[in-house]
């Protein structure tokens, strides 16, 4: 363990996970820490933290194939399919069409009771679906998202390959230890390494589904991989609460 943090901060900025986009709205303002020179708005890994931690206690409460979780993008697929293969849950990759969650004469029909998004842009349809249903959704925001429909939100960088790997590796390890499955951290015994995307295990369709943010959503200027972390980026330091 390192300090009250579920990972050590190093790991945090190394992944990037704190790096904004030049974007910041209303809904995420609160947790931003900073915008850096570059303009790039900079988020308050405490509250990252924090965050991650809550949110694997809310999915630990369900039944885990009860939970969705959906990947519209390339980067978002390989971790989501890790997290679930860890934790049992359920998995979309790609595109949500219209009435997967709320039109029972589909054959693809489903009815998650908690749904998990890696980007509100991308998989706009899927909240949508959601909010018809009452599902409670939690959601891996990035600066420019919006959080309105959105019942937990994760802050994080939602578009970078490192990023996206260390936030599903630390859902996935915090759940199983939150419902009892594992019982300390080295328990768990997947690397982080294993939740990022690899384009070997992506077939061409979920490839082009993933690079057009699976087709919900228009794809803006900015959207692929943000920049990591410099390396010589000052840690940030603890909040007095």
Known sequence: MSGEMLISQEKYLEAGIHIGTKIKTPDMAPFIYKARQDKLYVLDLKKVDERIRVAAKIIARYEPATVMVVAS????????????KATGVSL??????PG?????????FVEPRLLVVSDPK???QAIKEAIASGIPVIGLCDTDNSAKFIDWVI???????KSL????????????????????????????EEFEERPEETGPEEAAAGEAGGG???VEEGAGEQPEAPEAEP???APSQ
Do not use: H, M
């Not at 993008?73 to 679930?84: D, K």
């Not at 979309?92 to 069409?97: A, D, I, P, S, T």
């Not at 997967?100 to 693809?108: G, L």
């Open 100 to 108: 997967v969650f709320t039109n029972p004469a589909r054959e693809d």
């Open 122 to 124: 991308g998989e706009r």
């Open 165 to 192: 790997a260390l936030v599903y590796y630390l859902l996935a390890r915090e759940t199983l230890k939150a419902a009892g499955k594992i019982s300390s951290d080295e328990d768990f015994k997947a690397s982080v």
């Open 155 to 161: 802050p994080c960088n939602n578009k970078g390959k």
């Open 92 to 97: 979309k990759k790609g595109r949500v069409v």
């Open 216 to 218: 919900e959503g228009e």
């Open 235 to 237: 840690a940030q330091p």
């Open 73 to 84: 993008r390339t980067y978002a697929a390989n971790a989501a399919s890790s997290f679930a």
